[in-house]
């Protein structure tokens, strides 16, 4: 139990301070470029909490630490096969995110292309036309795959060492119900502090959108822990994350709604969480078809 505690309190006390600190350098910087420089250090070392929490909770149950992290890698064949097909199902969820969307008249398709064209023509003073401004889009989105398994798979390997790779196995290394919502919860509420003093995702609900994430980081992990168990590796997991940071804002650009109505409706709202319980779903009942059904 001693190390679970320490795993949980290093992982949530460093994450608030890396929030308090990032708060005091916006509160103190107008240069948009130092800020982005400062913000991608405070993305960087929070999503590296968890890893940290993760060794030193190792180092206080007596565990190898270099032994620990290798199993939580689980470097094999099948793991990388996972690793580079895990980003598609997000793709799918995007899909049908879209299809939904479109069902009760909250999506708007064409909205992406005027947000592209207007913020090229602030930013650069070039005036795009809707067809180049589609291509780079698609090309975006394209693009997407290569950075979930990249830099974004850099980033997200900080979080998933200690969320999927740690705690789950601390707690048995079983993908059921209960592993799920005590991982999702926890990973929910360890956001809890960058969602409510800097706004990150809920930059209008700020502390009241801390269930709605609580929630999504649920669904996620209902995705996230079954490719580990099926892998005894967190890679696949890596890559799932990497590919929710780089495709999961597009619904935040095709959503009509916005302000508070589109944080709640939206994305990280109820429209996804819709998009990712029937994503969920979906891939559930193809998995548990029988052999001889799908030959057919």
Same mark, same amino acid.
């Given at each position: 139990?001693?190390?679970?505690?320490?795993?949980?309190?290093?992982?949530?006390? &460093?994450?608030? &301070?890396?929030?308090?600190?990032?708060?005091?350098?916006?509160? =103190?910087?107008?240069?948009?470029?130092?800020?982005?420089?400062?913000?991608?250090?405070? #993305?960087?070392?929070?999503?590296?909490?968890?890893?940290?929490?993760?060794?030193?909770?190792?180092?206080?149950?007596?565990?190898?630490?270099?032994? @620990?992290?290798?199993?939580?890698?689980?470097?094999?064949?099948?793991?990388?096969?996972?690793?580079?097909?895990? /980003?598609?199902?997000?793709?799918?969820?995007?899909?049908?995110?879209?299809?939904?969307?479109?069902?009760?008249?909250?999506?708007? /398709?064409?909205? /992406?292309?005027?947000?592209?064209?207007?913020?090229?023509?602030?930013?650069?003073?070039?005036?795009?036309?809707?067809?180049?401004?589609?291509?780079?889009?698609?090309?975006? +989105?394209?693009?997407?795959?290569?950075?979930?398994?990249?830099?974004?798979?850099?980033?997200? $390997?900080?979080? @998933?060492?200690?969320?999927?790779?740690? $705690?789950?196995?601390?707690?048995?290394?079983?993908?059921? $119900? %209960?592993?799920?919502?005590? +991982? #999702?919860?926890?990973?929910? &509420?360890?956001?809890?502090?960058? +969602?409510?003093?800097?706004?990150?995702?809920?930059?209008?609900?700020?502390?009241?959108?801390?269930?709605?994430?609580?929630?999504?980081?649920?669904? $996620?992990?209902?995705?996230?822990?079954? &490719?580990?168990?099926?892998?005894?590796?967190?890679?696949?997991?890596?890559?799932?994350? #990497?590919?929710?940071?780089?495709?999961? #804002?597009?619904?935040?650009?095709?959503?009509?709604?916005?302000?508070?109505?589109?944080?709640?409706?939206?994305?990280?709202?109820?429209? =996804?969480?819709?998009?990712?319980?029937?994503?969920?779903?979906?891939?559930?009942?193809?998995?548990? %078809?029988?052999?001889?059904? %799908?030959?057919?």
């Amino acid at each position: 139990m001693r190390d679970l505690v320490v795993f949980v309190a290093m992982s949530f006390g &460093l994450g608030a &301070l890396l929030d308090v600190w990032f708060l005091s350098v916006k509160s =103190g910087t107008s240069d948009l470029i130092q800020l982005s420089l400062y913000g991608t250090a405070w #993305g960087l070392l929070r999503m590296y909490t968890p890893t940290a929490g993760a060794l030193l909770a190792i180092m206080a149950s007596r565990r190898s630490v270099v032994e @620990e992290v290798r199993a939580y890698l689980g470097v094999g064949r099948r793991a990388l096969i996972y690793f580079l097909l895990a /980003p598609l199902v997000v793709y799918l969820a995007v899909g049908i995110y879209l299809l939904l969307g479109l069902a009760v008249g909250v999506v708007d /398709p064409g909205r /992406p292309v005027r947000v592209v064209v207007e913020a090229t023509e602030r930013v650069a003073g070039l005036r795009l036309s809707e067809d180049v401004a589609k291509l780079m889009l698609i090309a975006q +989105i394209l693009f997407a795959y290569v950075a979930a398994v990249t830099v974004n798979a850099f980033f997200a $390997l900080g979080e @998933e060492l200690g969320w999927r790779g740690y $705690l789950y196995r601390r707690l048995g290394s079983r993908p059921d $119900l %209960r592993t799920v919502l005590t +991982i #999702g919860c926890m990973w929910g &509420l360890w956001h809890a502090t960058a +969602i409510g003093l800097l706004g990150h995702n809920y930059p209008e609900l700020k502390w009241a959108g801390v269930p709605l994430f609580v929630l999504y980081c649920v669904l $996620l992990t209902a995705f996230m822990l079954p &490719l580990v168990a099926a892998t005894d590796s967190v890679l696949p997991a890596v890559s799932f994350h #990497g590919a929710v940071n780089a495709l999961w #804002g597009l619904t935040a650009l095709i959503t009509s709604a916005e302000g508070a109505a589109g944080e709640v409706l939206g994305g990280l709202g109820v429209l =996804g969480l819709a998009a990712l319980a029937a994503t969920l779903m979906a891939l559930t009942a193809v998995g548990k %078809r029988p052999k001889a059904a %799908r030959r057919k």
